[in-house]
């Protein structure tokens, strides 16, 4: 599981997330419609309580993924479209298959894209790490307005 | 985020830090609590109402309907589910809903037993 530094560099600027914000650290594949990612929790992160992050964490990391395939579509396509935020607006459902992710971690991130209607797409994330996954959930984000 | 008892025990109040880290680069300029931070706050909800430890398995049909953003004072109201260990809830801010769902937890580990 080791990253691409030149995706990961031109991706950096279109991505709307900033400093801790963003726990993706790196793209390791992508195609379109799909995209494999590396994320890492620090132990400093908000949401970490007694050096424990919550599995629905999870979900914030297969949103960013999906930010990051929908980025990576744009500068494929060579599209002057406006870059979107890509809030996340809905989980239809999710499954937490370990109470706590690893933090300080090299976590595996897929997104895959299963519908857009846009403003909004639909995307199935799995978050893990390279043995199993912890969290797998159908995710819809929003462009936003930007 | 700080917690403030209320007088329904389904009922839990909140306020969004100012200051949370929640807001560093989330996102530049226009800062909105992740919809992770909801999760977060109707987590420890349900922990406070069960007074157990909790392990979340589930969620179903989760909307993010309304940004939360710095200072906000906020409800979440939480119900059982039809489901066993279910919990549905509203977070609600201003007379509005700003997201809800349905969350499932494992069973509690004395289930079943004599």
Redesign the interface.
């Known amino acids: 599981m080791s990253a691409v530094p030149e995706l990961w560099r031109d991706l950096l600027a279109s991505m709307?997330?900033?400093?801790?914000?963003?726990l993706l650290t790196g793209i390791v594949r992508s195609e379109p419609g799909w995209v494999e990612a590396t994320a890492r929790v620090p132990l400093g992160h908000?949401?970490v309580v007694a050096g424990a992050a919550?599995?629905?964490?999870g979900?914030?990391l297969g949103?960013q993924a999906a930010a990051a395939m929908e980025a990576l579509s744009r500068s494929r396509e060579a599209s002057d479209r406006e870059p979107g935020?890509g809030?996340?607006?809905?989980?239809?459902?999710?499954?937490?298959l370990a109470?706590h992710l690893p933090v300080d971690t090299t976590l595996r991130v897929t997104a895959r894209l299963e519908g857009a209607a846009l403003p909004l797409a639909i995307h199935r994330i799995t978050v893990g790490t390279a043995e199993v996954d912890l969290v797998c959930?159908r995710i819809a984000t929003h462009r936003g307005s930007s | 985020m700080a917690a403030h008892p209320s007088d329904d025990d389904r009922v839990f109040r909140f306020r969004v830090s100012p200051e949370?880290?929640?807001f560093?680069?989330?996102?530049?300029g226009l800062p909105?609590l992740?919809?992770?931070?909801h999760?977060?706050m109707v987590?420890s909800a349900c922990a406070r109402r069960s007074r157990r430890d909790l392990?979340?398995?589930?969620?179903?049909?989760?909307?993010?309907?309304r940004?939360l953003g710095p200072g906000d004072e906020v409800e979440v109201v939480l119900d059982d589910g039809a489901e066993p260990c279910s919990v549905r809830f509203e977070v609600r801010c201003r007379g509005e809903v700003a997201s809800r769902?349905l969350l499932l937890f494992e069973p509690p580990t004395d289930v079943g037993r004599p």
């Open positions: 709307p997330l900033r400093g801790p914000a963003l908000p949401l919550p599995c629905f964490l979900l914030e949103a935020v809030y996340l607006v809905r989980v239809r459902e999710a499954s937490f109470r959930a | 949370s880290r929640c560093d680069g989330h996102f530049a909105i992740p919809g992770v931070g999760l977060a987590a392990a979340l398995t589930a969620a179903r049909d989760l909307r993010f309907q940004p769902g």
